[in-house]
């Protein structure tokens, strides 16, 4: 069974820095797609960042040039450095995996903007 953990949430001041990670268990890494998405309060769920099994990104255009997404294969570990923070980034994180025919999701982590 394949499980998505994050951590590194937490509560940060406009401007600061939190780094996201998520590490996946029961399957092959590598092969997978890797995305961070985040749901605001009455808002959609929509895509962060994303991550190929390649290892090209891509970016929404309201996080690009703030956050950085990288994967650490060796250690089954994606990451989301996120700088600059500003109240409207305030959402719940969510790590997915993805390859076809199969998506997998985290539990979330909660991300608070706010001084």
């Known amino acids: 069974q394949v499980q998505l953990v994050e951590s590194g949430g937490g509560l940060v001041q406009p401007g600061g820095s939190l780094r996201l990670s998520c590490t996946v268990s029961g399957s092959i890494f590598s092969i997978y797609a890797m995305g961070w998405y985040r749901r605001a309060p009455g808002k959609q769920r929509e895509l962060v960042a994303r991550i190929a099994s390649g290892g090209s990104t891509n970016y929404a255009d309201s996080v690009q040039g703030r956050f950085a997404i990288s994967r650490d294969n060796a250690k089954n570990t994606v990451f989301l450095q996120m700088n600059s923070l500003k109240p409207e980034d305030t959402a719940v994180y969510y790590c997915?995996?993805?390859?076809?025919?199969?998506?997998?999701w985290g539990q979330g982590t909660q991300v608070t903007v706010s001084s």
């Open positions: 997915n995996a993805a390859r076809v025919g199969n998506n997998y």
